[in-house]
């Protein structure tokens, strides 16, 4: 009780503080208003209370990332858009849970396919392993099984370009699901956009015999993306206009909206967060009902979810020492250090999922921000089995850590420790040790139970401690992870923010890996140049090509041979937008990057000399702006 009303009180004072200190942007200019950005899909939108994260201190960060993070549950503001709380969120949720409860009373011959691309094949895989396990623990079937575009290499490496096919989508699928009878389909796209999950959802409807198909995403069906998917007849929006049409019986829509990410479109935040708290609902509530032979109920769901609220509340009550955190990892990123999350047992994954995300979300290095987790593939579990052949990337179990970081680790490094009180603290001390040995940045993230204490000798080696107490419950597992999630996601993001890789809150220097991403940079350039798309678009190719003109060849080319060729290329958003600000040759463009290698610095400078280009002589106000 005492927890719950703590708690409660931490939610109100995190909602207030951010009230307080955003009220006028967020009175004056709501995400949910019909005008505000209207060609955007909410999951593109940016965000309007993170406007200025650019310049933020860690503190405030942290503050920014909480307001965007309460966004989630806020309720029903009779918009247009449905919630996570929403009558008719939580009635498909119950649907799909007793679909999920028939699975397993009778397992035979069924399947639970959860499927997505980048974070969400991530999280498909997070969730279905937890599952199986818990499944495993009572002697029953296993059942779930997961598909991430790019095989299991994308759950460690970027793997942007296999999202863009579906019929690949398609393929994995049948080839997972042979000989079954009965597959309940999962397909995650937070923005209601990847090619590769709309196939399958596709293929789905032409089989209902065999499989019922469930979509999970964050946009209104009516914001589902409308291009054209290479080699199929259909787009996104088709597919779901399809599913409508089946809708409560062959197939179901979960798609509340969570607001914009704190980073436009970094759907690894609170669309991976979302997506985690709404399928875990969904599938212990199944769990509880089939093995206590009662029904899910509408209760048990919403119990759930106010669990991961409370979750919400109770780790952003700590964000003095988040900050921390932040502040000491940016230090780091920006003197060219490292930071390395060391975790154990279920934590494991939440590091490596969080510091691979990383490379595509802010074009760092795979060291810059590196996961370790203590049983390596041994406890992942994942199809392909052990990945280390495949490179140094994707080495991630503790010896790992010992023989390629841990000689070279100095005090411009800062390692993390993950782990919570039912791991081996004996083990967790051995390693804070070694690390102590080698430099004094070392912190500490831990989630304990009411009653037990933290070990205070693993306290004493760090500079910072983090430490989280809940209270017990079956459940609690999952919820160390969303809390680990959302620390992890502030340090990695807010780090990444004081190291200059964001202006305002769009990540510019993105890699155009993908048709998505392709469309995104175009608006970011026409956001931040104020001229038209297809000036954008042009400027956008030149930079991908390297080259002053565009020939017939390159303008006839489709989106797929754009990204390909973009995907050998560095930095070439802002070289276009530099284009574009100075109207300047791509040389020209070059030499200026290179004089400011901070992309938040670039932009700036060229904005500030693209203004005095356009004022009058002794025009304050433009050149002052
Ligand atoms: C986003 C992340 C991406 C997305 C992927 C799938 O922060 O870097 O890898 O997860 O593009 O997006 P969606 O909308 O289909 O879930």
């Not at 202006?503 to 608006?523: E, F, G, P």
């Not at 390909?564 to 070289?575: E, F, Q």
Request: net charge negative; with cysteine.
């Amino acid at each position: 009780k005492h927890w719950t009303n703590s708690s409660s009180f931490d939610l109100q004072h995190s909602l207030t503080m951010a009230k307080r200190d955003f009220s006028e942007i967020s009175d004056t200019c709501s995400w949910e208003s019909p005008d505000y950005e209207p060609w955007f899909p909410v999951s593109e939108k940016s965000n309007p209370l993170t406007r200025d994260i650019d310049k933020a201190s860690p503190n405030h960060i942290v503050r920014l990332l909480a307001a965007c993070d309460a966004q989630m549950f806020q309720t029903d503001t009779g918009t247009i858009y449905q919630r996570l709380f929403s009558d008719s969120v939580v009635r498909t949720m119950l649907e799909v849970a007793r679909t999920v409860e028939q699975i397993l009373r009778d397992p035979e011959d069924s399947l639970i396919v959860l499927s997505g691309c980048g974070t969400s094949g991530r999280l498909a895989f997070l969730i279905a392993s937890r599952f199986n396990r818990s499944l495993r623990d009572r002697q029953q079937t296993t059942v779930y099984s997961y598909i991430i575009a790019g095989g299991d290499r994308a759950l460690l490496t970027s793997q942007e370009a296999s999202e863009d096919d579906p019929k690949l989508g398609i393929l994995t699928l049948e080839k997972l699901c042979e000989g079954k009878r009965h597959v309940l389909f999962i397909g995650i796209s937070c923005g209601l956009s990847a090619p590769f999950v709309a196939g399958q959802l596709d293929f789905c409807l032409k089989h209902p015999d065999i499989y019922t198909p469930v979509l999970v995403g964050f946009n209104p069906v009516t914001q589902a993306r409308e291009e054209t998917m290479p080699g199929y007849s259909l787009t996104f929006r088709e597919v779901v206009q399809r599913m409508e049409e089946q809708r409560g019986q062959r197939a179901f829509i979960i798609n509340p909206a969570v607001g914009p990410e704190a980073i436009s479109g970094s759907s690894r935040m609170k669309g991976g967060s979302a997506t985690k708290i709404l399928l875990e609902s969904v599938l212990a509530a199944a769990h509880t009902a089939a093995f206590t032979n009662t029904h899910v109920t509408r209760r048990v769901l919403l119990d759930m979810m106010r669990g991961y609220e409370r979750v919400y509340s109770v780790t952003y009550s700590h964000s003095d020492q988040i900050a921390t955190l932040l502040q000491t990892a940016g230090l780091s990123l920006q003197c060219g250090g490292r930071v390395c999350y060391l975790s154990w047992g279920s934590l494991g994954l939440v590091g490596l999922i969080d510091a691979s995300e990383c490379i595509p979300t802010f074009g760092a290095d795979y060291e810059d921000i590196r996961g370790f987790t203590s049983g390596g593939y041994q406890d992942m579990d994942n199809i392909e089995g052990d990945l280390t052949s495949l490179g140094s990337q994707f080495c991630v179990a503790h010896e790992d850590f010992v023989s390629l970081v841990l000689p070279t680790l100095s005090d411009r490094d800062t390692v993390l420790l993950l782990y919570t009180c039912h791991d081996d603290v004996g083990e967790v001390e051995k390693m804070a040790h070694r690390v102590r040995e080698k430099t004094s940045n070392l912190h500490s993230l831990y989630h304990g139970l009411e009653g037990d204490s933290a070990a205070d000798s693993i306290a004493l080696l760090c500079s910072s401690v983090l430490n989280i107490t809940w209270p017990s419950s079956s459940t609690v597992h999952m919820q160390w992870e969303l809390s680990s999630k959302l620390v992890l996601n502030a340090v990695s993001t807010g780090s990444h923010v004081l190291k200059g890789k964001i202006y305002r809150n769009h990540m510019v220097d993105l890699q155009v890996t993908n048709s998505k991403l392709y469309h995104r940079a175009i608006h970011i350039l026409q956001k931040l140049s104020d001229v038209s798309l297809t000036q954008c678009e042009e400027a956008l190719l030149k930079a991908i090509y390297n080259v002053e003109q565009l020939p017939e060849d390159i303008t006839s080319a489709g989106v797929t041979t754009h990204t390909l060729t973009a995907s050998r290329r560095k930095r070439v958003v802002p070289l276009a937008l530099v284009c574009l600000l100075i109207g300047c040759s791509l040389s020209e463009a070059e030499s200026r990057l290179e004089s400011h290698p901070v992309v938040r610095d670039a932009v700036e400078a060229c904005l500030t000399s693209s203004q005095h280009l356009t004022s009058s002589p002794g025009d304050q106000t433009s050149t002052n702006q």
